[in-house]
């Protein structure tokens, strides 16, 4: 069996002298507090403090990054525990679906998955093989047993990977009850949510209509009435503020586009949405708009807000009609800012008391976009990589192309953006790794001199997440 | 006069660590057979096996790569020997052409072209001096020598290459009289053909309804009606299957779409595309149709199916006009894949049995939507970095940008693609050590282990290329 | 206070072996003389050789590449001493606009600004202490107080600077006054102009119609009429010939489209274009012939002809309406080349005779169809990485996506393209640094040979502006 082991300098440049700064860097910043002012665990984990189930439903079954690659090698997703929306039955040993796991866990190499899941196997669970069909059941039973102990419960590793803050993310029409437990208990660990309104804001969302009126139920608001509508906003960010302690919204629109209508034009528009008689266009016009409106409210409320666009949401039709969302089949597309973004950074783009960080599936931006504009604009920073390009080289090529135009300023440090609790820490670890190793590059190359690198170094790793998202 | 040397270290990374595993690396895979699973070599070659005429019909007039080069500096194509349509006479004498490319070979410093020429000067033809002007007459000398010995005919270099198998490529109208004779002949060499049928999918290729009706003819099929069009392509099929021996069709579009009509539809379409009376948008339309109508046949029969989209043909109409195709003046442009590929994977992208390999002219696609493509659909794999990519720097970003999202698995090895047979071990040789030379950096970056990375060597050189073309 | 010092290996690789390749380059072209094609320093410096204003007015108040960065940030304009349009005040106390750059001089870690910056402040001022808020004064008053001796007077640093020829940029209906003076002083820096029509030639600019009327007087031509009007292009070509002793032209247009109308298309278009009564796209277009028409002229009378395409000018409107143009607040956008270009490659593209020197803000396109389309027409070069690319890591893209398609002798080495002066040298210095390296990298892979490497250093250097220039 082959020893597993995660090399301490790993992602750092074979070069003796880009090593060694890098390790210096690193060893100053890599024990700083996790700040996660963006992802996708569950709020519930944290408040009630219930053990994790079995190794794979942590492991396996949620995590779309995982079971994408086997299904992309002609695994069948019910084989690995996959749920369906109409409830046929799939695979429900978990030991089955770890052992078809571990048969093709050679097809993660060189991908950022291995490394956060060895980081798991090793840090976490104390393993020290490498997962093969043959150390699979070692693998699940040693796993297994950890999960069931206290020291594994949500909250004491939530201590025990050093987290300060971690975001989570909710719709609008969520009440929060585990944000509201935990603001009522005593426990010390920092957990807030985010507004994230897209099932009343995208008229093309599942269900809209119906999310719409619970939307007006819930905040005793005339959502039928734009000024109403508009109010039902400013009460459920108020509420996701007090109850939910968040301090930014979020916004996955299939594009970047913003618009700023005349408030006539934004009534007649909304109508139509409501009335369900959407022209050609509408719906676009209508997530544009509304960008601008809950930039309009961040300056009232002081919420930082991001923007996720890009993404072509369940691609493959197949697998969205029997499994439904989020089954690694949302597929990037080229995204423009320059044009798209143009009617927010007129009405608003100037002021510094703004925060607004976008994101991209789409690296062309990149240099030829994102940098330029958050190179000007105050209102703007830029989110690190996201999804796809949230991994070693994605890191690489995302500093290569915004630090020469933008500089580090602008940029807000690293998310997670996860919903696997367990990586955490190490995906943090490989953005730590990657910064101080670009870093180091720089200051080899005698392009930084050292003492800047190493408060840049704690700048990417705390400052920067922590001024942007007021956290 | 300067010395030619292949260094034994060429394309690996100059760190001393990294260098030492890729050199590790290398020696494991260097010699493993070549399978050459898409190309265009001239299968008469190998079924007569006569001599190659002179060093400049063979290495300059047929490749476009050299030529283009020297015409974008003001050489003139007719100076270089490239035949007019119109038969207009041009530079007949292969030794002034072959003088006329060394004046000028400093131009390809730094590219590709002259990697793959520099080995052809030393090891298959022996040569210890660089090539300048001083040495035009040397050079052509001995190359016109050896090349009229038997050791430099077509069947000895195949087997002093390690070619265990090379797939040429045809038109769907093509008797395949070579491919006949080598299958009638005693010669051990795998010579397989690629069914490739633009000349009758594509309405707008030059003389296609003459294609179309000898695709009748040859058929016994009456492709005046969309079904006897079908037909007569599976017959076509089974005849390149069993008279080619082909496992692969081929697929070289202008764009990357795929349409899925009903066969009402595709029947009113047809009828219109025979009877030429094409609506705009209908070329495209039916191209789109007939790749899902490939696929669906590739299920029937087992092949694999190639995607080639992207190259902007014949951009330069005079050169077009006087020389016809392939003068160096394709162009590629930008690929949309995503919504491009969807009515195809709607149809047949789940099913695992199914082997489309996409290429791209565009790299912004690689990590935007071929990787994550490619991470999903179990009938989808990438080929390799294709034509104006297919150099260490090309080779080296798909790596970078593919492997982290699409893992390895997911890709097919390497192609050669090309017409210039002599170049063919030295553009393996080139993918060999770029691959070595990327999973040494993997390893040196402790992003992979050593026992890793020797499977994944053998696997990009060799095995995954037999697995995705069945060969 | 820390120390400021230039390493004298900054921006070579960190690798030992390339590093010592690079530096044996970069020793052989350092101190070659600098040719500067293509920029936008003011004649009048070189003309009447006053001296510069105090540091703030010299190097921040006119960079929008330093104050766009603070401003990003939140620093107001104003507080920086950018004048406003309709002259409402500004910071005047040039001591405190430089403490305020002092204050956030951090911003610019990592950019290209802080080499060129700091470069500037080191050998051309003999600062020896980095910039902080604690040395703002002492700087300001170092630089002030050199500034006042004749020893910084422009000739005189044009001389210390060793600058050859420098090129500035004129709009069509300049009189040249400087470069006149300069054509009658015997003062031997050599400083010529290049003719960029954009005002008469964009019917979208700011007063076209105006400038046009100026045009006709200007010329005593008839610029109501076709004829005329590029009659009128004629004489202007030949006064910046005359008078300003200019070899180039060049054209910043929104796209790089070009058409090839009939001599009928163009009289009525430019009947519409002059009576104002334009059509949906017929500013484009109208572009689009202008930029063929310069290219006839340029075979004509020999200029060589340069296009600059691709910057989405002014994005902020509240800043130009408040700064005016030129407040770094241009973004690029994506820029597609092959189809746009090939009605006036069609015309002239195989026309050796004719240098059409093509520039982009879009990386995407070096590899996709600037390369491509280089590496094919004659008539086509490639200008180097450009605005926010003029960076390490963007010519560092540049030389990795082009050179293996285009080669080297398809470019035609470097442009400073600043308005600030002092920094000519540092951007000279980064660029021939930069190339060394990338010259290193492929001598130490064993890709070129180091005889091939210093020839190359030098034509990137001085050879290939010379020629394509015709300086």
Redesign the interface.
Known sequence: M?TLT??P???????P??RGIARALYKDIKDLPIVSPHGHTDPAWFAHNEAFPNPAELLIVPDHYVF??L????VALEDLGVPTLDGSPVESDGRRIWQRFAAHY???????SE?WLNWVFAEVFGLDT?LTPDTADLYYDTIAEQLSSPAFRPRALFERFGIEVIATTEGALDELPAHRALGEDDWTGRVVSTYRPDSVVDPDYEGFRDELARFGELTDEDVGSWKGYLNAHRKRRAYFRDVGRATATDHGHPTARTANLSERNCEKLFARVVEGRLEDGDAETFRAQMLTEMARMSLEDGMAMQIHPGA?RN?????FARFGRDK???????T?Y??AL?PL??EF??N?ALTVILFT????SY???L????????A?RLGPPWW??D????MR?YR??I????????TVGFNDDTRAFLSIPARHDVARRMDCAWLA??V??????E??AS??ARALTYDLAKQAYKL
Chains 1, 2, 3 share one sequence.
């Open positions: 082959a995660l090399h300098d790993r992602l750092f440049s074979a070069d002298g880009e994408r690659m299904y992309s090698q002609g050679h097809l993660f190499r060189g991908t950022p490394l490498t072509r691609h493959n039709e197949h697998v690694g089949a949302d597929i990037p597309s080229a423009e320059v044009e143009k950074l007129d783009g100037n510094p599936l789409d690296e062309d240099s030829r976009e940098a330029p504009l958050a190179g000007h604009y105050p703007l796809f390009h991994s070693p080289e994605g090529r290569e192309r630090s020469e135009t933008a500089g580090f300023y602008n590059k720089l080899a190359d005698h392009r930084l001199d003492t800047a408060e840049l």
